[in-house]
């Protein structure tokens, strides 16, 4: 038995994870308050370590995609958890992009003075301790990792057991990089089990040890964590996009959004899923924006007025409004105005992200402003919900819900905030 | 029976929970996108009929009263229950003073623009619905509802049975001002019914009906809703607030911030319960400052060399460093330095307000740096905290949190956002 399962052998899962959490929280304090420079020396540092782990790396993730094809899983799967050379180089890019962001913490977020000559600072602080939960994908440990450790916030990565061969490699480059910069190991911990019940103890919040959880994966993952979690979680279960073609839009910049919206990348949670078509558009506008999708290789679910438009176009269900394909199949549906599109949004959406084309401002900002999704664009394409396209440098997640964080999560929404008073001996009056 | 007691009976509790919360959400959908006038006529029609029912609303306080009188309950708490024509005249004006704010909605946080053109802004939307729990301060509800509607969410406000009557006669004024102005009368709604199981409920979330619950009363009440609730809380469970006296302090300012930090009101969360003197300080700066606060009424219980200063001091236990007073004692310890003060902090304080006195800007910096509090205040009173001396213009509470709201919480924390993007046809690159 490797030490981690003679732990959990000797004294339980629930041991070997309060372990885990007191030795995190006890590491966001150190880190909460150490300079920029030192995060920074421990990012570059495992940025090397990726690069000359090279090989040991796609060695490990050999094994994970050996024992993944033995199981039979699908090719998309395999091509998530997939890495090569170029793939391992870009996880050591992106791990010294994210020591090139910005540092959040101690950055002042708002200053002002009181009459009674009181100075008051918004300072943002580090959140603690953030749980990571996810799949295949191996590059998360290392983004994920870097993020939290950027933004001052230990972490605990739970990977898939489907990639753990991969994940504990790269780990171990993140932890060189913390040894080197004389940085707390523990302020990146990766879970040495498999274990299912690792996954429950951690949503339970290990004994007030962490402060948040970042699920990152399916569906079935992440409604698992917003159904037991008992700490917040920043997460969306779904990205229900949708697009309203308004009967103002430009026909031609229409036509390039829904195409990229739909079919740039049909797997992202930016992907838009349902076109909606102003009823008072020209005529044509429909048939011109579905054929083009069809003829982009796109399956085309629609409407009475849509099945009308092409043979192709198969009858949307009631079931499809409420769908996230994340394949390359639309539904399309005819609306009253922009009113009926906002209706639709409301009901079927996820308030994720929706976008409106059209010339007119005013329609424009009726559907932003009452549309109420983390993230509402006007000509444009929804594939833009993304933090490195919003600026962040890198997203951890993207949230749909309104608490503290939403939309693109990157490092600043990884901090909370204190206020810092400076007086000159004020006392407050009876 | 009483309307409500007639459903209760006849679909139970959980039925009537479940019918505030929808009615809650589809008044929160409607009160998010109304314009600031209109809210703000709400609040100031609500004010007028506080000041037209004073008569009303005293008759009823004076039942609350006489039924909390026949149980026998403490001074402090009548004094809380009990409501006179000013104390009714200031509710009035709290909500007149609340109608001034700055409105949050729409307002907009940030702003940039990305190299692609793409205009991004970050604004204030509302949170939703949000359940206030409160005890036995009627004024309470007229606050609470007031900047809830200021902040665009709608309120369900459960107070408790020792303040019912009052409660319902300053519900039913605000519920007047609602529909003066034209707005959905479920956006404050008041629990009709004293049941504990409403309660139990409302912790749960009503079925996704409530977005954030905001206890306020004593620290039974939090501690119940903090371990119960499965939706976030903005909340302290209780104030132990610290004021360090550094070696470098200046001892006249000392004294009267120490004064004033303790006794000015001492039931407040924001009143310091220890005070942390430098060991390095001049001999008679503890003695002085000890003195000071026996002499102003206020119990001492201190260590060993506190103990030595005056016969008056009693020991301090281990317990006392852990105990919020909310009384005229204070518990007394000298420490070495700004290190220990912050080591000590860390372990018995409660995260809410700390402060330094001290000529010395670098051990101010790093008390403000280290001390992982919701304020930390350099050479001002603890009893600083508090929304209207922040500027705030008025509170729902304190929290000590970092998930969203942290400090005291004003009608902008009563926010969310989300990301609304301005194109000109802009698609994503592959």
Same mark, same amino acid.
């Given at each position: 038995?490797?030490?981690?399962?003679?732990?959990?052998?000797?004294?339980?899962?629930?041991?070997?994870?309060?372990?885990i959490?007191? %030795? &995190? *929280?006890?590491?966001?304090?150190?880190? #909460?308050?150490?300079?920029?420079?030192?995060? =920074? !020396?421990?990012?570059? /540092? +495992?940025?090397?370590?990726?690069?000359?782990?090279?090989?040991?790396?796609?060695?490990?993730n050999?094994?994970?995609?050996? %024992? &993944? *094809?033995?199981?039979g899983?699908?090719? #998309?799967?395999?091509?998530?958890?997939?890495? =090569? !050379?170029?793939r391992? /180089? +870009?996880i050591?890019?992106?791990?010294?992009?994210?020591?090139?962001l910005?540092?959040?913490?101690?950055?002042?977020?708002?200053?002002?003075?009181?009459?009674?000559?009181?100075?008051?600072?918004?300072?943002?602080?580090?959140?603690?301790?953030?749980?990571?939960?996810?799949?295949?994908?191996?590059?998360v440990?290392?983004?994920?990792?870097?993020?939290?450790?950027?933004?001052?916030?230990?972490?605990?990565?739970?990977?898939?057991?489907?990639?753990?061969?991969?994940?504990?490699?790269?780990?171990?480059?993140?932890?060189?990089?913390?040894?080197?910069?004389?940085?707390?190991?523990?302020?990146?911990?990766l879970?040495?089990?498999?274990?299912?019940?690792?996954?429950?103890?951690?949503?339970?919040?290990?004994?007030?040890?962490?402060?948040?959880?970042v699920?990152?994966?399916?569906?079935?993952?992440?409604?698992?964590?917003?159904?037991?979690?008992?700490?917040?979680?920043?997460?969306?279960?779904?990205?229900?996009?949708?697009?309203?073609?308004?009967?103002?839009?430009?026909?031609?910049?229409?036509?390039?959004?829904v195409?990229?919206?739909?079919?740039?990348?049909?797997?992202?949670?930016?992907?838009?899923?349902t076109?909606?078509?102003?009823?008072?558009?020209?005529?044509?506008?429909?048939?011109?924006?579905?054929?083009?999708?069809?003829?982009?290789?796109?399956?085309?679910?629609?409407?009475?007025?849509?099945?009308?438009?092409?043979?192709?176009?198969?009858?949307?269900?009631?079931?499809?409004?409420?769908?996230?394909?994340?394949?390359?199949?639309?539904?399309?549906?005819?609306?009253?105005?922009?009113?009926?599109a906002?209706?639709?949004?409301?009901?079927?959406?996820?308030?994720?992200?929706?976008a409106?084309?059209?010339?007119?401002?005013?329609?424009a900002?009726e559907?932003?402003?009452?549309?109420d999704?983390?993230?509402?664009?006007?000509?444009?394409?929804?594939?833009?919900?993304?933090?490195?396209?919003?600026?962040?440098?890198?997203?951890?997640?993207?949230?749909?819900?309104?608490?503290?964080?939403?939309?693109?999560?990157?490092?600043?929404?990884?901090?909370?905030?204190?206020?810092?008073?400076?007086?000159?001996?004020?006392?407050?009056?009876?």
């Open positions: 038995m490797n030490r981690p399962d003679r732990l959990i052998a000797e004294v339980g899962t629930a041991e070997l994870m309060g372990q959490g007191r %030795a &995190a *929280r006890e590491a966001a304090r150190k880190i #909460a308050l150490v300079a920029p420079e030192q995060k =920074n !020396e421990a990012l570059l /540092a +495992a940025a090397r370590a990726i690069r000359n782990s090279s090989p040991a790396i796609l060695a490990a050999a094994k994970d995609v050996e %024992a &993944a *094809r033995a199981r899983t699908t090719n #998309a799967f395999i091509d998530r958890l997939t890495l =090569n !050379e170029s391992v /180089a +870009a050591a890019r992106s791990l010294e992009e994210i020591a090139g910005n540092d959040p913490v101690g950055s002042v977020i708002a200053r002002w003075q009181r009459p009674n000559g009181l100075i008051i600072e918004r300072v943002r602080v580090p959140l603690g301790v953030i749980g990571i939960i996810y799949e295949s994908r191996p590059n440990t290392a983004d994920a990792g870097a993020l939290c450790l950027k933004s001052g916030n230990a972490a605990i990565l739970r990977g898939g057991s489907e990639s753990q061969h991969s994940s504990h490699a790269i780990h171990a480059c993140l932890v060189e990089g913390l040894k080197e910069a004389g940085l707390p190991e523990a302020a990146i911990q879970v040495p089990t498999t274990d299912r019940e690792a996954v429950g103890q951690m949503l339970k919040g290990l004994d007030g040890a962490i402060d948040v959880i699920p990152r994966g399916g569906k079935s993952l992440v409604a698992r964590v917003q159904e037991e979690a008992r700490v917040p979680v920043f997460a969306h279960l779904e990205g229900i996009c949708h697009t309203y073609v308004d009967k103002d839009a430009d026909l031609d910049m229409a036509r390039q959004i195409l990229n919206a739909k079919l740039r990348r049909t797997g992202i949670c930016g992907a838009t899923e076109l909606l078509v102003d009823r008072g558009a020209p005529a044509h506008y429909l048939s011109v924006l579905v054929k083009a999708l069809l003829d982009g290789g796109c399956a085309v679910r629609g409407d009475e007025a849509t099945q009308q438009v092409d043979p192709r176009v198969t009858p949307a269900t009631e079931e499809d409004w409420a769908t996230e394909y994340l394949d390359a199949i639309i539904s399309v549906k005819l609306v009253d105005g922009v009113n009926e906002i209706e639709h949004i409301a009901r079927y959406g996820s308030q994720h992200t929706d409106i084309v059209t010339n007119s401002t005013e329609t900002e559907f932003l402003r009452r549309v999704s983390a993230i509402v664009l006007h000509n444009a394409s929804t594939q833009f919900a993304d933090g490195g396209e919003f600026g962040f440098g890198a997203e951890i997640g993207i949230a749909t819900g309104k608490m503290h964080a939403r939309g693109p999560v990157g490092v600043e929404q990884l901090t909370s905030f204190k206020y810092v008073v400076r007086g000159t001996g004020q006392v407050r009056p009876a």
